[in-house]
């Protein structure tokens, strides 16, 4: 059974940081594209970044563009997503996901295997 944990949700400062990590256990991830989805409420899940299986190539949404970070270590099963420069409109659940191809997309329906979600509150 696969499964993906997140963690480093909070509550932080317009302009801070934070930085959320995804555990996958139950089988490797190595071989899979991840991403990070995200949901405030009332919205739909909108996509924020995924990186591919080497960890070299990324895609972003661009209101995350420059000031988030993906990356991933595929000997711990973890991916982490960088967050500068947070704003009130970065508040959401964050949602780590993976997908058995490898093809970077940006709908939540092309992944498979979800977590619970953290939640990220930005304060003004």
């Known amino acids: 059974q696969a499964q993906l944990v997140e963690s480093g949700g909070g509550l932080v400062q317009a302009g801070g940081s934070l930085r959320l990590s995804c555990a996958a256990s139950?089988?490797?991830?190595?071989?899979?594209?991840m991403a990070w989805f995200r949901q405030a409420p009332g919205k739909e899940r909108e996509f924020v970044a995924a990186i591919a299986l080497s960890g070299r190539i990324q895609r972003y949404a661009d209101s995350v563009k420059g000031r988030f970070t993906i990356s991933r270590d595929n000997a711990q099963n973890t991916v982490y997503l960088q967050m500068n420069s947070l704003n009130p409109e970065d508040t959401a659940v964050y949602y780590c996901?993976?997908?058995?191809?490898?093809?970077?997309?940006?709908?939540?329906?092309?992944?498979?295997?979800w977590g619970q979600g953290t939640q990220v509150t930005i304060s003004s």
């Open positions: 996901a993976a997908k058995d191809l490898i093809e970077l997309t940006d709908t939540p329906q092309s992944y498979k295997y």
């Open positions: 139950g089988r490797s991830f190595s071989n899979r594209a």
